[in-house]
Each structure stands twice: as structure tokens, then as C-alpha cells.
């Protein structure tokens, strides 16, 4: 698929896009009452954790993904 494109409004407190492109593009869009910076950067360091499990290992079953690092505690 080529020249796709589109736009989505939401009443979503967070959302999170993939764009599978040559590099993917990950974006995450929050209501900043709801969480602050710190919530949503954490968020992103889980997703990114898991995004490199599947990289390393493309046969893992999402039920043996490491949801949160040690590095949470």
C-alpha cells in the first residue's frame, strides 16, 4: 500500500499509533490532565522494551513478553 493516509479524532485519554513506514514511527498522544510526563515516558520505555524482546526473539508469544523492566521496581 503507498500514498495511504488519514486522520482519526479521538476522545481517548492516551493513544498510541504505530505507522509501520521504513523506520516505524511509534506516537504516543495523551490528555496531559490525565498524566503527566514522567507516566507517559515510562509508558514508552515499557513499549520500546517490548519492541526489542520481539526483535531479538520474533518467535516469542506475547504471553512471554516481560511487560515492565526490572528497572520499574
Known amino acids: 500500500m503507498t500514498n ?24 504516543l498522544k495523551y490528555n496531559a490532565k490525565v498524566y503527566d ?12 522494551a517490548m519492541i526489542q524482546q520481539v526483535v531479538m526473539n520474533p518467535e516469542v508469544h506475547i504471553n512471554e513478553l516481560d511487560l515492565i523492566t526490572s528497572k520499574s521496581y
Do not use: A
Not at 7 to 17: G, K, Q, R, V
Not at 37 to 48: D, Y
Open 37 to 48: 510526563i514522567t507516566t507517559v515516558e515510562q509508558i514508552q520505555k515499557h513499549f520500546i
Open 4 to 27: 495511504v493516509g488519514g486522520t482519526e479524532h479521538n476522545s481517548f485519554d492516551f493513544t498510541l499509533i504505530v505507522k509501520p513506514q521504513e523506520q516505524m514511527k511509534i506516537i
